[in-house]
């Protein structure tokens, strides 16, 4: 068994989180499968607005690092290296280039109105469709407060 990665004053780079996701929960992510593997990233991000509404910043600090875990492990999955695609954003706003970002508050009114850069920053046709192209979300269970604890655990 190999050690735990060491981190730095600065933190862990994405690389190294993202190997450290594999090796820990590789096999229980390729077990779990993409759509079980996504669907507790949602619960996550689920749990980050409850936070939030409570204002509970140690609640808000811990939801955020099982955010970001549970995107790893579903970059794991789809075999994304997130350290190369989080360049995209290391020099300022990928649509306009500039850091603070000077691009329209809303997005949505610029990709409507045909402008290419944004359409294709926040998605391509077909995003928000369920498996096989069919709109509409795919259905999901209910957990309990016990099996929501399991999975922030894993």
Do not use: H, K
Not at 129 to 141: I, S, V
Request: proline share 5%.
């Amino acid at each position: 068994m190999s050690p735990a990665p060491r981190t730095g004053r600065r933190g862990l780079d994405l690389g190294t989180l993202q190997q450290a996701i594999a090796r820990t929960f590789g096999a229980r992510d390729r077990a779990r499968g993409m759509d079980g593997t996504f669907r507790r990233l949602v619960e996550e991000i689920g749990e980050v607005a409850n936070a939030l509404r409570r204002g509970d910043r140690r609640a808000l600090a811990l939801e955020l690092s099982d955010v970001l875990a549970w995107t790893v492990s579903v970059a794991v999955l789809g075999g994304v290296d997130l350290a190369r695609v989080a360049r995209r954003y290391g020099a300022g706003c990928p649509r306009c280039g500039t850091s603070p970002c000077r691009c329209p508050q809303d997005w949505t009114s610029a990709a409507a109105r045909g402008d290419r850069r944004v359409s294709d920053s926040v998605g391509r046709a077909g995003a928000g469709t369920a498996p096989g192209g069919r709109a509409g979300r795919p259905a999901t269970g209910r957990r309990g407060a016990a099996s929501r604890a399991r999975a922030t655990r894993r």
